[in-house]
């Protein structure tokens, strides 16, 4: 079965730094390209950033202007999300999405997991 | 940016109703459209893709269909487990975009 677990949310004060994790099991991590995915409280899906398998592509949202860094290991199954000078409007469940299919690029998302909570006040 | 414009942004039936949610696309995005269920509380779940194919173990009740810019997304004999916000999503370039979503009631 396959399963994104989240962890590292939690509060942080504006312009502090935080580190999600996202543990994947239940598939070949290494073979398919990851996403994060964010939620402000009450609105819509925001995608944030992309890492390719082998780490080779990366791409950001524009609006995120350098402050995250997506990263993964995949001996360790674990994609990795860093945040710092963080603002109130970064505030939002942020979700791992798995790619569904294997090509570089813009795709679709099969799996998801359950989110981790980042608050962003002071 | 590719804009996904999602109407309505919510909508009201009744339990047996077909319910039909409209997604328009600011330029070609030919079929790299999906849709997502998500209920409150939950990660969003993938239920069609490139437009009309429907992820493994979706009913048959749901349905896609469009192409180019105007997409939509049908809930034939609508059940009270459908409760929830749908969201159009498009992958023909990055960033992907989704739209602001459609959030469902029953009567």
């Known amino acids: 079965e396959v399963q994104l677990v989240e962890s590292g949310g939690g509060l942080v004060q504006p312009g502090g730094s935080l580190r999600l994790s996202c543990a994947a099991s239940?598939?070949?991590?290494?073979?398919?390209?990851m996403n994060w995915v964010r939620q402000a409280p009450g609105k819509g899906l925001e995608w944030v950033s992309y890492?390719?398998?082998?780490?080779?592509?990366?791409y950001y949202a524009d609006s995120l202007k350098g402050r995250f860094t997506i990263s993964r290991d995949n001996a360790k199954n674990s994609l990795y999300l860093q945040m710092s000078s963080l603002r109130a409007e970064d505030t939002a469940v942020y979700y791992c999405?798995?790619?569904?299919?294997?090509?570089?690029?813009?795709?679709?998302?099969?799996?998801w997991g359950q989110g981790t909570l980042v608050t962003v006040s002071s | 940016d590719i804009q996904m414009t999602q109407s309505p942004s919510s909508l009201s039936a009744s339990v047996g109703d077909r319910v039909t949610i409209t997604c328009q696309a600011s330029?070609?995005?030919?079929?790299?459209l999906s849709w997502y269920q998500q209920k409150p509380g939950k990660a969003p779940k993938l239920l069609i893709y490139?437009?009309?194919i429907l992820e493994t173990g979706v009913p048959a009740r749901f349905s896609g269909s469009g192409s180019g810019t105007h997409f939509t997304f049908t809930i034939n004999n609508l059940q009270p487990e459908d409760i929830a916000t749908y969201y159009c999503?498009?992958?023909?370039?990055?960033?992907?975009?989704f739209g602001q979503g459609t959030r469902l009631e029953i009567k």
């Open positions: 999405a798995r790619d569904a299919t294997v090509v570089i690029g813009a795709t679709d998302f099969d799996f």
């Open positions: 239940g598939f070949n991590f290494s073979s398919y390209n």
């Open positions: 890492i390719s398998s082998t780490s080779g592509t990366i």
């Open positions: 330029q070609d995005i030919t079929n790299y």
């Open positions: 490139d437009v009309s």
């Open positions: 999503q498009q992958y023909d370039d990055l960033p992907i975009t």
